[in-house]
Each structure stands twice: as C-alpha cells, then as structure tokens.
C-alpha cells in the first residue's frame, strides 16, 4: 500500500500483482520516504524490476538491474493521519464523464488566494443531475450532466480545483465508477482500490445562473474549433504581454488581429461555416479564450457575441451541457491590486466580490449583486 499526503490532498493505493505486475512482499514494513524523489528515480529507471528495501534506520534502498539508490527517510510516526470519511457514498460517476467534467471547468477557476472561494469548483448534485462550475470573476466554465444520483437531498460542495486537477490525471487509468463521498470538510473518491482525499473550502459559491448571459446574442459565428485553436494561438506569438487580441466580424469573414509595439501587426483569417448577426469589433485576452476552446472535443465551435461591455460565450456545436463564459476586457493582478489598494475601506468587500473592468481608461467596478459602482479618474 502507498500512501501521500499533504494535509489538502491524500492518496491511498493498495497495489496488487496482476497480469503485467508482479509484486513480491519478502517482509511487511513501512518506510516513510521522500515522495518526489522518489517518484523522479523510479520514473527515470530503464528496468522495469525494481526492489525497494528499508533498513531499521529508516534508510529506503532502492535497486534495479546495477542501479543502487538510498534515500534517507524520517519515522513513520511522523506521517499526519488521514481525515476520517466514512459512510455510504453520495453518488457513483462513471471515471471518464467525472475526467471530462473536471477538464472542460477546473483551469477556469482563479489561481489567487485572496479569495478562496474561488479556487474552487463547485459540485452541485441533484437527483437526476449534477453541475460542475468554475469561475475567476473574468472567465466562467460550467457543465451539466445528466446523471442518475438516486440523492434525496441536495449536495452542494466546493473542491479546490487544484486537487481536482490531480484527480484528472490519474482517472484515464481508471475503468471503474467513481464514489463520492461528502463530509462537512472533505471529499472521498473512490475507485477500485484508490482512495483520494481532499478538503472541501467552506463558503457560499457565486450564483453561476446570474453570471450567464441570458439575453439573446446580436452575432453568432460557427467555426471549426482546431483552426479557432490555432488561429488565437498563432495570434499569442505576436500580441503584447497582456495578450490582447480582437475578434473582427464582417458580413462574409470573421479576423483575428492584434498589434504589438515591440514585435508588429498581425491578421488571421478564421474560416467560418456560417456567420449571423451585426458586424462585431470585440477585444479579448486570448489565453481565457484559448483555455477555454480547448476543452471542447467537438468539431465544430459557437462564438456567441452579445453586445458592446457583455461576454462572449463559446458552446461546443454538438454538447449543449458545456458552456464557456468570459468577459471581454482584461485586467493585469498588479493592476487590480493597485486599485483595490486606493479603495476606500467601506469598498474593500465589494471588490472582493466583483470583477474589475478597465474601459477606456477609467475604473469600472462590476458587482455580480450591487449594479456598478463607478470609481477614481485616468491613473
């Protein structure tokens, strides 16, 4: 049995001899080693036997072929104690929907600290369905599947993405359904003989229904997702730091374009199947677009553009339970954080809940619950 664990994510394996694996246990024991190095000796060894044996000092030698390793380890009484999940589990997920439900949300979520809630996903699980959203405040990544739970009452928890991330990784080698079980900190997974742990962040997620737009969109175009792929790409090769490029809608071609002081002018044509709606100039940071289009495994992509100041949603053409959401300014950390540092202190809390626009050179502060509330001059 191998076990890790970093007080937010745990992972227990019991290994058994199969088929492909023989494992051979001379003596039972427990050596508690470095995990990454580890991990990085074992992955980089030519042969495929290797033997592991712990000496009394708590020395881990490891051997293959002429290959001769010891690692220096520390008491296994030293090793934190999992958290204590138990019960019946919440719901059952087949491992390659649950892969594809974390892959196409999880990179949406933020990657600051300063509000934790939205480092997370959030998990709703109803009778019939189950919802995987994800939201930084300028980009928003929802899916929603049908799924036959057999719950009698609501789950609602909010997973960090990060753990959820390494999860994905590992369930392509999985056949087996995955059990979820919820407590009031953490979340088991369960497959087979791998068990996953992780913490659950405490709060109230954002109401993801009111952050998609819901008015009819005033231009759609339909285009092939690997050459929208390539084309923004190819487009981040020459845009500036910010990445900034522009999405140019005409009656017959849809452009990519952007324009860098340092590197040059570049324009892309994005080959279109159908174009419908007003001619649409809209600026974009193209790295939110890119990670979102390439989540979608379908052919062909929607772009839906629903006016001046409003977000753009991407769809997949043939999967209608994914939905990309993302507003159309960009706005750089340090440039949000100097804001909120002039702040007076009674707005401190209302940026914390809001999304910072920059719109022709003034601050805009748009609260997903206050209206806007407008702020300072040029700076």
């Not at 072929?65 to 019946?88: N, R």
């Not at 939205?118 to 189950?130: I, P, S």
């Not at 057999?150 to 590992?170: C, D, F, H, M, Y």
Request: with cysteine; glycine share 4%; aromatic share 6%.
């Amino acid at each position: 049995m191998v076990t890790a664990y970093d007080l937010e994510v745990g992972i227990v394996n019991r290994l058994r001899s199969a088929d492909d694996v023989n494992i051979d246990v001379a003596q039972e024991g427990s050596a508690l080693l470095p995990a990454k190095k580890l991990i990085d000796i074992i992955r980089k060894l030519v042969s495929s036997a290797i033997d592991i044996e712990v000496a009394p000092d708590n020395t881990g030698t490891i051997r293959s072929g002429e290959f001769e390793c010891t690692l220096f380890g520390i008491e296994t009484d030293l090793f934190p104690q999992l958290p204590m999940v138990s019960g019946i589990p919440d719901v059952r997920i087949p491992a390659n929907l649950l892969s594809d439900c974390i892959r196409s949300t999880a990179f949406a979520a933020s990657k600051s600290e300063s509000r934790p809630i939205l480092t997370g996903v959030h998990v709703h699980l109803d009778r019939d369905e189950a919802s995987f959203s994800a939201t930084d405040s300028l980009r928003l990544a929802t899916k929603n599947i049908r799924l036959e739970t057999g719950l009698t009452s609501l789950v609602n928890v909010i997973v960090p993405a990060k753990s959820l991330i390494e999860l994905e990784r590992i369930l392509p080698d999985l056949k087996d359904e995955v059990s979820l079980t919820v407590t009031s900190s953490h979340c088991l997974f369960t497959a087979g003989s791998l068990r996953f742990y992780t913490r659950i962040i405490e709060g109230t997620f954002v109401e993801i229904d009111r952050l998609i737009p819901k008015k009819i969109h005033i231009t759609q175009i339909v285009v092939n997702t690997r050459q929208i792929v390539s084309a923004i790409d190819r487009a981040m090769v020459i845009a500036p730091r910010n990445h900034e490029i522009q999405f140019e809608i005409s009656k017959e071609k849809a452009y990519i374009k952007t324009k860098s002081p340092e590197y040059g002018n570049l324009t892309d044509v994005i080959p279109t199947k159908s174009i419908d709606g007003d001619l649409m100039v809209i600026a974009l940071y193209a790295k939110n677009a890119l990670e979102a289009l390439q989540t979608f495994k379908s052919e062909e992509a929607i772009v839906r553009f629903t006016g001046a100041n409003q977000p753009i949603v991407f769809l997949p053409n043939d999967d209608p339970t994914l939905c990309q959401v993302m507003n159309l300014q960009w706005y750089s950390d340090k440039c949000a954080t100097e804001l909120e540092s002039r702040l007076p202190c009674r707005f401190q809390r209302l940026m914390s809940l809001s999304s910072l626009i920059v719109h022709n050179g003034r601050h805009r502060i748009r609260s997903h619950t206050c209206g806007i509330l407008r702020w300072g001059a040029r700076s």
